[in-house]
């Protein structure tokens, strides 16, 4: 459901770094390979678009005076264990992993769209206004995360958010949402979209008197907010969300009501039950790791998700490797009721 | 090897819809045992479950899968654990039109405790389109004060999908509590 | 929650004369119950602990799985259950009536036959559906 947007080759390139470092980013690069948002190639020359380097040599870099060359490669710290992030610039930080490069490249990305990006236009309406995006570079979650943020300040006043062309009105203390009409697939489609632009303006009461009057009525505003998770990317967690955190679930969601799928109430059962890291919930579930990240981050949207730090990795031990080492108590049982009513598992 | 039988209880309140929900998979037309409703002030239905419900479904291999609904009022709750016994889970079914659902669930949970500790209850609420309070939100509240980790589900039990739905995610529960609590466990005897 | 009211005082009244009548007129008779066919109390009197109103409830349960039963076995409809236990007998019936469903239930020692006690408890199930006024 996302715009698929046709990826250009970026350069990246390492400056100071030993030989050893720079053939790990090389070989990582390659493990990568088309995983990120835009295609990244390594290059040897100063021409690329981004740089790798010490942190020596970022700050020696950043003190250069800009040269006549179109083009400087911004400059990436890499970080040894006690050395500290400098403020407002992305870093990478050793030992270098494959899920932290590529997220690192991800937001590298962003960075370089917002630089090329030309219309700043932070038109907020008179009254107020918050959580604007005009900017339109890419975001996942851009949607699901300004209304999550929306809903945590749990504000009685009705708040008009608007997406791209689609226009919502939400209360956030009731988690309400009033839509004089259902959202079709197509609105849907563009308010998830991460590079749409979110709007949000607060209104005043004769707007929501308007709104009752024209027939909107108040529903729930999980399945949107569901919506925007499950349907986000699936190859990464919600920002916020540690990537080696163990997730348990508060409670289990309304699936009389959220768009599911099979495989989610296994997951739902197991992290109701436990918290599990997303690896430990991919092969406890038997689900590939996409719909882990698509189910953690819906129920995250909707405000299901406890995050523990890791747990004692005996804990992961129980759950791996289950499916294969035991006899379940209930045998076929579950598997034979469902083919007899012809539901859910085939 | 003989065929085995499972039992699935289906309970909640007068009204709720265990009739119904038993009618939508059962695969012979259900026994019943209603009798006039006498008790018009409390309830409008004409009639009323008097003993149980029940209906059937046979298995692959030939085992049964045994529906019983039960009487919906308290005054019938020696049926609850007659019927209780030995039952393989219980769907509870709710409906949120009724003066204190939250007490209806309250009464359903203690009278099930056993069952839905084990992780082999599931509760669906029904009316929530027009009646929303109490919210889902206060039933998991209930549930967690009792101590009890249940889904809960909006459903209306006249549509087949959503009964089906309610025995997936119990069966589904039940799977999850299997993974990681008896990781090795023996086949389930009978 | 209080049985709704669907026989009059005069009707009430009435069953708790004829309840009395057989208790007194029978020493095996140790308690008997007048109550709704959805198992709410109308009139009883009990020797012993027993309580009415868990046993009106009981007596719904029961005739209507007896009627399930003789349904399924094809045998017409269930006029009566008996159940004999090791110190005693209960007898279910419903109370024939052309408008007011009302079920009766006996509890009785094994003084006498059962022939007996199904004699006596039949004259009064006559005698209620026959004075109630409906």
């Not at chain 2, 009618?23 to 008097?50: F, G, L, M, W, Y």
Request: charged share 25%; glycine share 8%; aromatic share 4%.
């Amino acid at each position: 459901m996302n715009a698929v947007a046709a990826k250009h080759a970026l350069g990246i390139t390492t400056v100071g770094l030993d030989l050893r470092d720079e053939l790990l980013i090389t070989s990582l690069l390659r493990v990568i390979g088309d995983g990120t948002r835009d295609r990244w190639e390594y290059r040897d020359d100063l021409q690329a678009d981004v740089a790798l380097c010490t942190a020596q040599t970022a700050s020696a870099l950043a003190l250069r005076k800009p040269d006549e060359r179109s083009r400087t490669p911004r400059c990436i710290p890499v970080l040894r264990e006690d050395e500290q992030q400098p403020a407002g610039t992305p870093a990478l930080r050793a030992p270098f992993r494959a899920m932290e490069l590529r997220k690192l490249l991800d937001e590298v990305s962003s960075l370089l769209m917002t630089r090329r990006s030309l219309a700043v236009a932070t038109t907020n309406a008179p009254g107020e206004a918050s959580a604007v995006n005009s900017l339109q570079p890419f975001k996942p979650f851009r949607f699901g995360l300004a209304l999550s943020k929306l809903i945590e300040r749990a504000s009685r006043d009705l708040h008009r958010v608007e997406v791209g062309s689609v226009i919502l009105h939400v209360i956030p203390a009731a988690r309400a949402l009033l839509l004089t009409e259902p959202l079709d697939d197509e609105s849907l489609a563009i308010a998830l979209g991460p590079r749409t632009d979110v709007r949000i303006r607060q209104m005043d009461d004769s707007e929501t008197q308007r709104l009752i009057a024209s027939g909107a009525k108040p529903q729930t505003i999980d399945w949107l907010l569901w919506r925007a998770g499950l349907d986000g990317p699936t190859d990464q967690l919600l920002p916020g969300l540690p990537d080696h955190g163990e997730f348990a679930l508060r409670r289990w969601p309304d699936f009389g009501r959220l768009k599911h799928k099979q495989s989610h109430f296994l997951m739902a059962g197991l992290l109701t039950r436990m918290a599990h890291s997303v690896d430990a919930l991919a092969l406890a579930s038997s689900q590939p790791v996409a719909d882990v990240y698509a189910f953690i981050n819906a129920c995250a949207l909707c405000d299901l998700i406890e995050v523990r730090q890791e747990e004692k990795s005996a804990l992961r031990d129980t759950t791996s490797g289950q499916n294969t080492s035991h006899t379940p108590r209930y045998g076929g049982l579950f598997q034979s009721i469902r083919s007899a009513l012809r539901f859910g598992r085939s | 090897m003989s065929p085995k039988e499972y039992k699935l209880i289906f309970a909640g309140s007068m009204g709720a819809g265990k009739t119904t929900a038993i009618a939508a998979i059962s695969e012979i037309a259900p026994v019943r045992t209603d009798v006039e409703n006498t008790d018009r002030a409390n309830h409008q239905k004409a009639t009323t479950t008097a003993a149980m419900d029940y209906g059937e479904v046979t298995l692959p291999g030939g085992d049964k899968l045994r529906l019983y609904g039960t009487p919906g009022q308290t005054r019938f709750d020696f049926m609850w654990k007659i019927l209780g016994n030995g039952a393989l889970g219980v769907i509870i079914l709710v409906d949120n039109s009724r003066p204190d659902p939250l007490a209806d669930l309250r009464g359903y949970l203690q009278a099930f405790h056993e069952i839905a500790q084990d992780s082999r209850a599931v509760i669906g609420i029904g009316r929530g389109e027009s009646h929303p309070s109490p919210t889902l939100d206060a039933f998991h509240a209930l549930t967690r004060e009792i101590g009890i980790c249940a889904p809960i589900l909006s459903v209306d039990v006249r549509r087949r999908e959503d009964v089906l739905l309610l025995l997936d995610i119990l069966f589904n529960q039940m799977e999850a509590a299997e993974l990681i609590d008896r990781p090795g466990s023996g086949a389930r005897p009978q | 929650m209080n049985a709704p009211l669907v026989l009059n005082s005069i009707d009430t009244d009435l069953c708790q004369q004829q309840i009395d009548a057989l208790i007194e007129a029978r020493p095996e008779v140790r308690g008997v119950l007048v109550s709704t066919i959805d198992g709410f109390e109308v009139a009883a009197r009990m020797r012993g602990k027993s309580s009415p109103a868990k046993l009106a409830a009981m007596t719904s349960s029961l005739l209507a799985l007896g009627e399930a039963v003789s349904d399924e076995g094809e045998v017409g409809r269930c006029l009566d259950i008996v159940i004999d236990a090791s110190a005693g007998r209960v007898l279910l019936m419903d109370i024939p009536h052309a408008t007011r469903k009302l079920l009766l239930t006996v509890l009785s020692d094994n003084a006498s036959t059962l022939g007996q006690v199904l004699w006596a408890v039949r004259n009064c199930r006559q005698e209620i559906g026959r004075l109630l006024v409906g």
